[in-house]
């Protein structure tokens, strides 16, 4: 009999058996996403991310699944829990637990990305062809992190995959950012808060630029505010890093992107779960991220 998979919602109620094909077409309606939890026939439980025939459809890369019986299929650790509500000292200080284990790679790649921009005359021009595609690296490598995969310098490099989505990105986010920055400072960081959220989504979709910050736009709903006191508090955070002879700022630049990150996970659960808790039995309801 083909495998049947089950998704469930805050509710607690359980919406299936649906069959693979069904899965995958409940992902390109956005009905299923990666932190949707699902269950496959008898199995656990999981994020829809852990099962490696639907991250296909979710185009992320498949999480290796442990041995049974057999010894664990990578160091990963397990994932960070997410907090029940959006708190945003909650957010900060769990970032800092989570960077303080790991902030040697994760402070590097801050500091390498500075020293990239600091070139005389080459520097400016290599962040603007090349830092959308460093940035989905070092967003890889935050959310892996978080997921329980332990970081490794060499991440914030492989995000050229993506590269022609993240250059277009980047540009056309700072271009419409900074217009409305222009227009009275407001529309700047408005737009900023909405497009918070793009190179996480590029990191991990196969997603367009175009799409991504679509997807960043209804991601943030109903938050942004919250993003914004969030986006506020982790001034303080890097201004106390640059006490630390300066160099401190990269581990603060480090728990910064965390808690934002950690923020992206907990919106897409909260989102994925809420939309799940009010659809028909008959599925899953469309996600808004």
């Keep these: ?15 299936g058996p649906a069959s693979l094909a069904i899965m995958a077409e409940w992902i390109r309606e956005h009905r299923v996403v990666a932190s949707s939890a699902v269950k496959k026939g008898q199995g656990p439980w999981m994020e829809a991310r852990k099962f490696p025939e639907l991250a296909t459809h979710l185009g992320l890369a498949p999480v290796p699944a442990p041995v049974p019986g057999g010894a664990p299929a990578g160091p990963a650790a397990a994932p960070v829990v997410l907090p029940a509500d959006f708190r945003v000292w909650e957010l900060i200080g769990r970032a800092w637990d989570l960077v303080k284990q790991h902030w040697l790679p994760l402070s590097a790649m801050f500091f390498i990305q500075f020293a990239i921009g600091a070139v005389p005359y080459l520097g400016a021009c290599a962040q603007f062809i090349i830092g959308g595609a460093i940035m989905v690296g070092i967003w890889r490598a935050i959310l892996g992190t978080i997921d329980g995969r332990p970081p490794g310098v060499g991440m914030m490099f492989e995000g050229f995959d993506r590269f022609g989505d993240a250059f277009l990105g980047m540009l056309v986010r700072s271009i419409l950012t900074a217009l409305g920055f222009i227009a009275l400072i407001v529309p700047g960081i408005f737009l900023a808060i909405m497009w918070a959220f793009t190179f996480p989504v590029l990191a991990e979709t196969r997603l367009g630029f175009w799409e991504a910050m679509q997807r960043s736009v209804n991601l943030t709903e109903g938050y942004r505010w919250r993003l914004f006191l969030l986006a506020l508090a982790c001034i303080p955070v890097l201004l106390l890093g640059l006490l630390v002879l300066c160099v401190g700022v990269f581990v603060a630049e480090a728990v910064a992107f965390t808690a934002f990150g950690l923020a992206y996970r907990f919106l897409q659960q909260k989102k994925s779960l809420a939309a799940t808790a009010g659809s028909a039995p008959a599925g899953p309801a469309a996600q808004t991220v």
């Design 1 to 15: 009999m083909a495998d049947e998979y089950w998704i469930t919602g805050v509710d607690g109620k359980e919406y």
